[in-house]
């Protein structure tokens, strides 16, 4: 099975390599959110709940538009699925002797893979926020952001799994992932925020991956709790939503 | 292989099939009903019926796609519902619509599917070349498969299907898409894999096409209605075939239908008639001597394989 993952993952990103368009809806767009709404939201709003970390809410933004580069990696990764499905590769791939969990496994490691990539891309911004990375702190850094973009990617394989159109993804990118991010503290500090969005933020699993990155980026101390909290929820995740596609993957 | 459940005969065969049903969730029919029948190894099976006749539901049992509701299949003696994984390894697939990445090259193509099917990349390597080769596709196997027209890349299929070395291949409709000349280039290569002793299922719904099988598996309804040699299936009603089509066919029907014998038949349906007998020429000449009815159309002749179908099924094949 491992050189079937291998051949499946190296057309994930070979694919990803030749359309321009997922690198600027990847990259672009989260670069985008950060300088627009960090830097004009910054001015305006004194944000409660933050009492230390970064002087700035373009700094405070920083962490959570790396995740929303990780994120909108995950999304277009999967919506791959369904154009697999209608270009029929992926019937090719389901009538050979290879394990459907084949499928998974390579799917959730490139959009892991190309998510992290991205994501690095934009932590070499960090200096210009004045922020001087050890060498365990970036490590630390891409260890996360890579357990994360497994789940994730693994989260939108179920849902495009499930789903015929790109369009019908869409709707779930719109009312369940983006949502997701929204409220994981990425945008603004859980602490002064309604109550109710409080216990959403509490509940969300992609609160505890982006409160460990915003901890290694900003905390003087090595931020061990938050890092192996946000860790551990994330491997958890990553062997569920293994599970899950493996069983949905391997009905026929 | 498994032996434990499966006798000696089918064993012998390329695919056995017996009492093989399927519905779909929420449909209140069968698909497919309870169909049975053996595919000799090393021949072309033709598997021809119209839409909705549930040819392509059986060909994605027969492909491992579908569990089936009821009863089994064998590929080379291993049963597609206990092992569908072995199954697969004997297979080659061709789908109706094409199975390639448009974004990866001819080549690379072909190198994913060999790694699916556990081939080394010495293999593949090999493989690859002599199969490009054969479809004359070596020039253009670093092209894109976006770039490449509906022939080139109906030609790249074929070469990734049998990349693997299949002793069966399965092909849904394989020439969708193929302009005439290409369909001839593309039966020729069928015939040259037959000739080296691979077993070929195709299923179609264009006659041309069936005629040039060896055998012929005929789909109505979810069933197989009809099962032989094209030849054999002709000769089996031992007749000849008339046809009148215009808006005189009706009355023309209604002028013989006294005379007719006991052995001929007759079917009439709005704008045409049709006449099975074994007396066309006597037939002939009358229908002829009443064309001023009103014929646009008459044919005279040995049965065709829609001629064969309308025998089989009572309905035009359309």
Same mark, same amino acid.
């Given at each position: 099975m491992n050189a079937a993952v291998g051949a499946l993952l190296k057309r994930e990103i070979l694919r990803f390599a030749r359309q321009r368009s997922?690198?600027?809806? &990847?990259?672009g767009t989260p670069l985008m959110f950060w300088l627009f709404i960090g830097g004009g939201l910054g001015s305006s709003f004194r944000m409660p709940g933050l009492e230390t970390g970064p002087t700035s809410y373009l700094g405070y933004f920083f962490p959570g538009a790396i995740?929303?580069?990780?994120?909108?990696?995950?999304i277009f990764s999967t919506i791959?699925?369904?154009e697999d499905r209608h270009e029929g590769f992926l019937q090719g791939v389901l009538t050979s002797?290879?394990?459907p969990m084949a499928l998974v496994l390579a799917k959730m490691l490139g959009g892991a893979l190309l998510g992290l990539a991205q994501a690095g891309l934009m932590l070499a911004i960090a200096p210009l926020l004045g922020l001087e990375l050890s060498i365990l702190r970036v490590l630390a850094a891409f260890v996360l952001l890579f357990v994360s973009g497994f789940w994730l990617?693994?989260?939108?394989?179920?849902?495009?799994?499930?789903?015929?159109?790109?369009?019908g993804f869409h709707g779930v990118m719109n009312t369940v992932l983006v949502p997701l991010w929204l409220l994981s503290g990425a945008v603004f500090p859980s602490g002064g925020s309604a109550v109710p969005l409080q216990w959403a933020t509490r509940l969300n699993p992609l609160s505890y991956e982006v409160a460990g990155l915003q901890a290694l980026l900003w905390e003087e101390s090595f931020p061990w709790t938050a890092w192996g909290m946000a860790l551990s929820l994330g491997v958890g995740l990553s062997i569920l939503l293994v599970l899950v596609g493996e069983r949905m993957t391997s009905r026929r | 292989m498994e032996i434990g459940n499966v006798s000696g005969s089918q064993l012998a065969l390329a695919i056995a099939v017996e009492g093989l049903g399927y519905r779909y969730p929420g449909a209140s029919t069968d698909a497919v009903n309870e169909i049975s029948f053996v595919i000799p190894r090393g021949c072309v099976t033709g598997i021809l019926g119209p839409n909705g006749s549930g040819k392509s539901t059986t060909f994605r049992m027969l492909s491992t796609q579908l569990v089936p509701s009821r009863g089994e299949a064998w590929i080379d003696g291993v049963s597609v519902r206990n092992n569908p994984a072995a199954a697969r390894a004997s297979l080659g697939v061709t789908f109706q619509s094409p199975s390639l990445d448009p974004w990866l090259s001819v080549e690379e193509n072909l190198e994913i599917h060999g790694r699916l099917f556990g081939l080394s990349r010495a293999e593949i390597r090999s493989r690859t070349t002599e199969l490009l080769k054969l479809f004359g596709l070596l020039a253009r196997r670093k092209e894109r498969v976006r770039t490449l027209s509906g022939g080139l890349a109906r030609r790249t299929e074929l070469a990734k299907t049998l990349l693997s070395a299949p002793q069966i291949l399965l092909l849904d409709e394989p020439t969708t898409g193929l302009d005439p000349a290409a369909r001839v280039d593309f039966w020729n290569e069928l015939r040259k894999l037959r000739s080296g002793g691979i077993t070929i299922v195709v299923a179609?719904?264009?006659?041309?096409?069936?005629? $040039?099988?060896?055998? $012929?598996?005929?789909?109505?309804e979810g069933k197989v209605v009809g099962h032989g040699a094209p030849d054999e299936l002709r000769a089996a009603g031992g007749r000849e075939v008339l046809q009148a089509e215009g808006s005189? &066919?009706?009355?023309?029907?209604?002028?013989?239908?006294p005379v007719l014998g006991m052995s001929d038949h007759l079917h009439v349906e709005p704008g045409r008639m049709r006449l099975e007998t074994n007396e066309g020429a006597r037939w002939f000449e009358q229908i002829r001597s009443l064309s001023t009815m009103g014929v646009d159309n008459l044919r005279w002749g040995k049965p065709t394989l829609a001629d064969v179908y309308f025998r089989l099924t009572g309905r035009e094949y359309r």
């Amino acid at each position: 099975m491992n050189a079937a993952v291998g051949a499946l993952l190296k057309r994930e990103i070979l694919r990803f390599a030749r359309q321009r368009s997922r690198w600027i809806g &990847a990259l672009g767009t989260p670069l985008m959110f950060w300088l627009f709404i960090g830097g004009g939201l910054g001015s305006s709003f004194r944000m409660p709940g933050l009492e230390t970390g970064p002087t700035s809410y373009l700094g405070y933004f920083f962490p959570g538009a790396i995740f929303l580069s990780v994120l909108f990696t995950a999304i277009f990764s999967t919506i791959s699925v369904i154009e697999d499905r209608h270009e029929g590769f992926l019937q090719g791939v389901l009538t050979s002797p290879t394990p459907p969990m084949a499928l998974v496994l390579a799917k959730m490691l490139g959009g892991a893979l190309l998510g992290l990539a991205q994501a690095g891309l934009m932590l070499a911004i960090a200096p210009l926020l004045g922020l001087e990375l050890s060498i365990l702190r970036v490590l630390a850094a891409f260890v996360l952001l890579f357990v994360s973009g497994f789940w994730l990617t693994g989260l939108g394989f179920y849902f495009a799994w499930k789903l015929d159109s790109v369009q019908g993804f869409h709707g779930v990118m719109n009312t369940v992932l983006v949502p997701l991010w929204l409220l994981s503290g990425a945008v603004f500090p859980s602490g002064g925020s309604a109550v109710p969005l409080q216990w959403a933020t509490r509940l969300n699993p992609l609160s505890y991956e982006v409160a460990g990155l915003q901890a290694l980026l900003w905390e003087e101390s090595f931020p061990w709790t938050a890092w192996g909290m946000a860790l551990s929820l994330g491997v958890g995740l990553s062997i569920l939503l293994v599970l899950v596609g493996e069983r949905m993957t391997s009905r026929r | 292989m498994e032996i434990g459940n499966v006798s000696g005969s089918q064993l012998a065969l390329a695919i056995a099939v017996e009492g093989l049903g399927y519905r779909y969730p929420g449909a209140s029919t069968d698909a497919v009903n309870e169909i049975s029948f053996v595919i000799p190894r090393g021949c072309v099976t033709g598997i021809l019926g119209p839409n909705g006749s549930g040819k392509s539901t059986t060909f994605r049992m027969l492909s491992t796609q579908l569990v089936p509701s009821r009863g089994e299949a064998w590929i080379d003696g291993v049963s597609v519902r206990n092992n569908p994984a072995a199954a697969r390894a004997s297979l080659g697939v061709t789908f109706q619509s094409p199975s390639l990445d448009p974004w990866l090259s001819v080549e690379e193509n072909l190198e994913i599917h060999g790694r699916l099917f556990g081939l080394s990349r010495a293999e593949i390597r090999s493989r690859t070349t002599e199969l490009l080769k054969l479809f004359g596709l070596l020039a253009r196997r670093k092209e894109r498969v976006r770039t490449l027209s509906g022939g080139l890349a109906r030609r790249t299929e074929l070469a990734k299907t049998l990349l693997s070395a299949p002793q069966i291949l399965l092909l849904d409709e394989p020439t969708t898409g193929l302009d005439p000349a290409a369909r001839v280039d593309f039966w020729n290569e069928l015939r040259k894999l037959r000739s080296g002793g691979i077993t070929i299922v195709v299923a179609t719904h264009l006659l041309e096409e069936a005629e $040039l099988c060896d055998e $012929l598996l005929f789909f109505s309804e979810g069933k197989v209605v009809g099962h032989g040699a094209p030849d054999e299936l002709r000769a089996a009603g031992g007749r000849e075939v008339l046809q009148a089509e215009g808006s005189g &066919a009706l009355g023309i029907a209604e002028k013989l239908r006294p005379v007719l014998g006991m052995s001929d038949h007759l079917h009439v349906e709005p704008g045409r008639m049709r006449l099975e007998t074994n007396e066309g020429a006597r037939w002939f000449e009358q229908i002829r001597s009443l064309s001023t009815m009103g014929v646009d159309n008459l044919r005279w002749g040995k049965p065709t394989l829609a001629d064969v179908y309308f025998r089989l099924t009572g309905r035009e094949y359309r």
